[in-house]
């Protein structure tokens, strides 16, 4: 139990450590707020704008759960697809890697050519830039489901769409998970590079605005909330995993 609990703190702690080291160095060196602010400066920017920064919040909350969400439904699809086929993991999975190779951002002025500035092209950032972890994981652990298990089914009398269905995508769910977790920070990073060029609201416009009129502060407000929006997602996801997926945990839970 004592172990579990400074585990649960452990991050906190460090977090805490963190700031502190950084508030006592900004001081004892003297560093200008305008060009790196320490934390006090950043909490009054937070509290002094704080009904501006929860409206670009809250833009950049619904624009990156937007994107996010179409990309769970195209990247299970595509994951299951690639997964349960050896001859469509042959022809798309080293496609859908060189495609991810791209640089996401270099496809934001094309979007906004195709949407206009606005909510388009940051929901589809957000997708093109989340989609692929979800796709690999799912692919992955439909393609890795052992072919003993498979024959004993076949044996049995199921099907291929049965074994797909009823064993693989279950098995799969860790890596499900697994890739919500690292796919939903990588959905804010999208939204938020492309409301830096293709919006006139959001966190990333908020950024832009704040650094060309020197308010190192607020922009800084502005990364943090960003910051904690992904990591509450995280825990989020983290809790659902472990609600639903013990079983595959059971190991690992040492205490």
């Given at each position: 139990m004592h172990q579990k609990?400074?585990?649960?703190?452990?991050?906190?702690?460090?977090?805490?450590?963190?700031?502190l080291l950084w508030q006592v160095l900004c001081a004892a060196l003297a560093v200008s707020e305008f060009i790196f602010p320490s934390p006090w400066s950043i909490a009054t920017q937070l509290v002094q704008f704080g009904d501006v920064i929860a409206g670009h919040a809250w833009r950049t909350f619904w624009v990156t759960m937007a994107g996010?969400?179409?990309?769970?439904?195209?990247?299970?699809?595509?994951?299951?697809v690639i997964g349960s086929s050896r001859l469509a993991y042959a022809a798309l999975y080293p496609l859908m890697t060189a495609f991810n190779a791209l640089p996401k951002a270099a496809f934001v002025p094309i979007l906004v050519v195709w949407f206009g500035i606005g909510a388009g092209p940051a929901i589809l950032t957000a997708f093109l830039i989340s989609f692929f972890p979800i796709m690999v994981n799912i692919a992955t652990g439909l393609a890795t489901l052992e072919p003993e298990l498979e024959d004993v089914l076949r044996v049995l009398g199921a099907r291929r769409w049965d074994v797909l269905v009823k064993v693989g995508l279950p098995r799969s769910l860790p890596y499900f998970y697994a890739s919500l977790k690292v796919a939903i920070t990588l959905a804010f990073v999208g939204t938020t590079v492309s409301e830096m060029t293709a919006a006139n609201e959001g966190i990333g416009y908020l950024l832009v605005s704040a650094g060309s009129s020197m308010q190192m502060g607020l922009a800084f407000a502005g990364l943090i909330v960003v910051g904690a929006m992904a990591m509450v997602m995280y825990e989020l996801f983290s809790l659902v995993e472990k609600h639903t997926t013990?079983?595959?945990?059971?190991?690992t839970q040492g205490g």
């Open positions: 609990t400074v585990e649960r703190w452990a991050p906190w702690l460090l977090l805490a450590a963190i700031v996010f969400g179409l990309a769970i439904v195209v990247g299970v699809l595509l994951g299951f013990a079983w595959a945990h059971r190991g």
